[in-house]
């Protein structure tokens, strides 16, 4: 809760005016993904001559890259200006921000507790991600006055760092390049990907019938730089149209349009939030943690949330949930989809939507499945630092406990690698492979710098990767069966020699596992960068019980409406954004007519 105001340091710097001055040490702040990282600065004679990290909640692991490099590497070019860490973007930007802020001479002050600037609040919109983001502005726009509570020190979420694709159908931008669609050609691909069956027909035609309706509102309206507006087929399996739409990344970056492309609506909906709190009918609260949903019996009532100036009570006849998936709570994922499973998400998707919901009764939808990547390595944090690279290195074979095979592996795309990883005995599947299949076995990891570093450590700790000269002794070293690998093994060897077929009928890079130098196996389970499964709703984002009645007042969208209710078990390139935009801008309809009505 601190606010920062500049003076010249920096300039001196750049100057050399503090050549000759002894060492001074200053201290900066910037939010980073767990919260704020606060550094010390010492500057001697106009040179940074330290940098240190005296504090920061950032997630294990994955930011260890940064924490240990971007300090090092400010001391050394005397600059800020220095390459984020790969894998740790985020962390990286946070300290040189902290950095820069120290030398700016940021000087902290106290800053006053946010007081709601309207006599009456119409709706409370928990969370500040994309999809709390839209239903504040859509609420807005709608004439009710609107309390976006938000647990960080900043909005936008895992947006900052999402890929920016975003489905949706009949859109102007389908029109400008003449592409004919259909919500019945959306529904059809929804069946063909794994969606018969396993959806809730009435929200897929619901969402079919307004993504197209969000898109054209994000671009028209909120002012969302689509780039060159052309769709694609999405980036997993082809739709039957290309629907997918790509939002240029905040920095206006388009090479990363496809990377880091949730910034551009971030920025372009936080313009918008700025908009209406300067009109007065937007509250938004920072650094604020909802700790339940009131009820009285009826109906919601609001919320009860707390920050550094206390506990408070916040009334309302409507609340919007946005809170996110379950993704970084370990114990959720455990519970209700793996046995074994590592991680992405930042650890404030704690699932606090589920857990408010669950205590007013709400029913749970489509928690059985999670479209899980296949490959993650635990390396003794549940979030995944190190991975199996399945994507470039097709020869290996994937292998349960058991020692049976699983898929065609040169051929799987991410939903056959998902659904596999899902069904192996605790989620464990082994990659086999041997010197003849890869020179280097490091080339078969991703995820750190030193790959080769990475694959000696894990191989002299025998806990992950395993070496051994037969399938028998790699079986016993790495905890799977014998008798099934080796009969796995003997089986694939006869096809690539073309003594049989192979029983995935696999044809591609077909190499032999015995007398072909040493015989690897490297553990992996699933990781997660989302989850699927929802809170039970009706087509107007009302949160509903075991018997389909609503939950009055309680509303949602985002993460936590479960993209398996909408599209199955099936990875459809947009739907993650698609379901923060779409039912934002259906939660908060419903939502203001709810108030209205009051």
């Given at each position: 809760?601190?606010?920062?105001?500049?003076?010249?340091?920096?300039?001196?710097?750049?100057?050399?005016l503090?050549?000759?001055?002894?060492?001074?040490?200053?201290?900066?702040?910037?939010?980073?993904?767990?919260?704020?990282?606060?550094?010390s600065?010492?500057?001697?004679?106009?040179?940074?001559?330290?940098?240190?990290?005296?504090?920061?909640?950032?997630?294990?692991?994955?930011?260890?890259?940064?924490?240990?490099s971007?300090?090092?590497?400010?001391?050394?070019?005397n600059?800020?200006?220095v390459?984020?860490?790969a894998?740790?973007?985020?962390?990286?930007?946070?300290?040189?921000?902290?950095?820069?802020?120290?030398?700016?001479?940021?000087?902290?002050?106290?800053?006053?507790?946010?007081?709601?600037?309207?006599?009456?609040i119409?709706?409370?919109?928990?969370?500040?991600?994309?999809?709390?983001?839209a239903?504040t502005?859509?609420?807005?726009?709608?004439?009710?006055?609107?309390?976006?509570?938000?647990?960080?020190?900043?909005?936008?979420?895992?947006?900052?760092?999402?890929?920016?694709?975003?489905?949706?159908?009949?859109?102007?931008?389908?029109?400008?390049?003449?592409?004919?669609?259909?919500?019945?050609?959306?529904?059809?691909?929804f069946?063909?990907?794994?969606?018969?069956?396993?959806?809730?027909?009435?929200?897929?035609?619901?969402?079919?019938?307004?993504?197209?309706?969000?898109?054209?509102?994000?671009?028209?309206?909120?002012?969302?730089?689509?780039?060159?507006?052309?769709?694609?087929y999405?980036?997993?399996?082809?739709?039957?149209?290309?629907?997918?739409?790509?939002?240029?990344?905040?920095?206006?970056?388009?090479?990363?349009?496809?990377?880091?492309?949730?910034?551009?609506?971030v920025?372009?909906?936080?313009?918008?939030?700025?908009?209406?709190?300067?009109?007065?009918?937007?509250?938004?609260?920072?650094?604020?943690?909802?700790?339940?949903?009131?009820?009285?019996?009826?109906?919601?009532?609001?919320?009860?949330?707390?920050?550094?100036?206390?506990?408070?009570?916040?009334?309302?006849?409507?609340?919007?949930?946005?809170?996110?998936?379950?993704?970084?709570?370990?114990?959720?994922?455990?519970?209700?989809?793996?046995?074994?499973?590592?991680?992405?998400?930042?650890?404030?998707?704690?699932?606090?939507?589920?857990?408010?919901?669950?205590e007013?009764?709400?029913?749970?939808?489509?928690?059985?499945?999670?479209?899980?990547?296949?490959?993650?390595?635990?390396t003794?944090?549940?979030?995944?630092?190190?991975?199996?690279?399945?994507?470039?290195?097709?020869?290996?074979?994937?292998?349960?406990?058991?020692?049976?095979?699983?898929?065609?592996?040169?051929?799987?795309?991410?939903?056959?690698?998902?659904?596999?990883?899902?069904?192996?005995?605790?989620?464990?599947?082994?990659?086999?492979?041997?010197?003849?299949?890869l020179?280097?076995?490091?080339?078969?990891?991703?995820?750190?710098?030193?790959?080769?570093?990475?694959?000696?450590?894990?191989?002299?700790?025998?806990?992950?990767?395993?070496?051994?000269?037969?399938?028998?002794?790699?079986?016993?070293?790495?905890?799977?069966?014998?008798?099934?690998?080796?009969?796995?093994?003997?089986?694939?060897?006869?096809?690539?020699?073309?003594?049989?077929?192979?029983s995935?009928?696999?044809?591609?890079?077909?190499?032999?596992?015995?007398?072909?130098?040493?015989?690897?196996?490297?553990?992996?389970?699933?990781?997660?960068?989302?989850?699927?499964?929802?809170?039970?709703?009706n087509?107007?984002?009302?949160?509903?019980?075991?018997?389909?009645?609503?939950?009055?007042?309680?509303y949602?969208?985002?993460?936590?409406?479960?993209?398996?209710?909408?599209?199955?078990?099936?990875?459809?390139?947009?739907?993650?954004?698609?379901?923060?935009?779409?039912?934002?801008?259906?939660?908060?309809?419903?939502?203001?007519?709810?108030?209205?009505?009051?």
């Amino acid at each position: 809760m601190k606010k920062f105001a500049s003076v010249l340091l920096s300039m001196m710097l750049a100057t050399g005016l503090a050549a000759g001055a002894s060492a001074e040490t200053y201290t900066g702040t910037a939010q980073g993904m767990g919260g704020d990282v606060k550094v010390s600065v010492t500057v001697s004679g106009g040179v940074i001559t330290d940098v240190t990290v005296l504090s920061q909640n950032e997630t294990v692991g994955i930011s260890d890259p940064a924490l240990k490099s971007i300090p090092a590497a400010i001391v050394e070019a005397n600059s800020t200006e220095v390459d984020a860490a790969a894998g740790a973007t985020v962390t990286s930007e946070a300290i040189k921000t902290a950095v820069q802020n120290a030398l700016d001479g940021v000087q902290e002050e106290e800053a006053a507790e946010v007081v709601v600037p309207f006599d009456h609040i119409d709706v409370i919109v928990v969370g500040g991600g994309l999809g709390g983001l839209a239903a504040t502005v859509r609420a807005s726009e709608l004439g009710a006055n609107v309390l976006l509570i938000e647990q960080a020190s900043k909005l936008g979420a895992s947006g900052l760092l999402a890929g920016g694709s975003l489905v949706g159908v009949n859109t102007r931008i389908e029109a400008e390049n003449s592409i004919e669609d259909s919500v019945e050609l959306m529904l059809e691909d929804f069946d063909r990907l794994g969606g018969k069956g396993m959806n809730n027909p009435t929200l897929a035609k619901t969402f079919a019938e307004n993504c197209g309706r969000a898109v054209d509102w994000l671009d028209t309206v909120v002012g969302v730089d689509f780039g060159e507006r052309v769709p694609t087929y999405g980036g997993y399996v082809a739709l039957n149209v290309p629907r997918v739409h790509y939002a240029v990344p905040a920095d206006g970056d388009v090479s990363k349009s496809s990377g880091k492309g949730g910034s551009g609506y971030v920025k372009a909906l936080s313009a918008k939030v700025d908009e209406d709190i300067a009109n007065g009918n937007v509250c938004l609260m920072l650094d604020t943690q909802v700790t339940g949903v009131n009820y009285d019996g009826e109906k919601v009532t609001g919320v009860t949330a707390t920050n550094a100036f206390g506990e408070r009570t916040y009334d309302a006849p409507s609340v919007i949930l946005a809170c996110g998936g379950y993704g970084g709570n370990e114990e959720m994922l455990k519970t209700y989809n793996f046995k074994n499973v590592l991680t992405t998400c930042a650890d404030t998707s704690r699932g606090d939507g589920y857990t408010f919901a669950l205590e007013l009764g709400a029913a749970l939808s489509g928690m059985d499945w999670v479209s899980a990547y296949a490959g993650g390595i635990n390396t003794g944090t549940f979030h995944k630092v190190l991975s199996a690279n399945l994507y470039t290195n097709k020869q290996p074979i994937w292998v349960t406990m058991e020692g049976n095979r699983l898929t065609n592996e040169p051929v799987a795309n991410s939903t056959d690698q998902s659904n596999a990883w899902n069904a192996a005995t605790d989620n464990l599947v082994y990659i086999i492979f041997n010197d003849a299949m890869l020179e280097d076995p490091s080339t078969i990891l991703y995820g750190v710098a030193d790959l080769k570093a990475a694959w000696e450590e894990q191989l002299a700790l025998g806990k992950n990767i395993w070496a051994a000269d037969t399938i028998e002794e790699l079986a016993q070293k790495a905890g799977i069966d014998a008798a099934g690998l080796t009969a796995t093994v003997e089986a694939y060897d006869k096809a690539c020699a073309g003594e049989a077929e192979d029983s995935f009928g696999r044809t591609e890079n077909m190499i032999a596992l015995e007398n072909g130098g040493m015989i690897y196996a490297i553990k992996t389970m699933p990781y997660v960068m989302m989850t699927n499964g929802g809170v039970a709703m009706n087509e107007n984002a009302n949160i509903i019980r075991e018997d389909g009645t609503p939950i009055v007042g309680l509303y949602q969208c985002g993460e936590q409406v479960g993209s398996d209710n909408i599209a199955g078990h099936s990875s459809v390139g947009g739907m993650a954004h698609g379901n923060c935009m779409t039912w934002g801008m259906i939660s908060a309809e419903n939502a203001v007519k709810h108030a209205q009505e009051q």
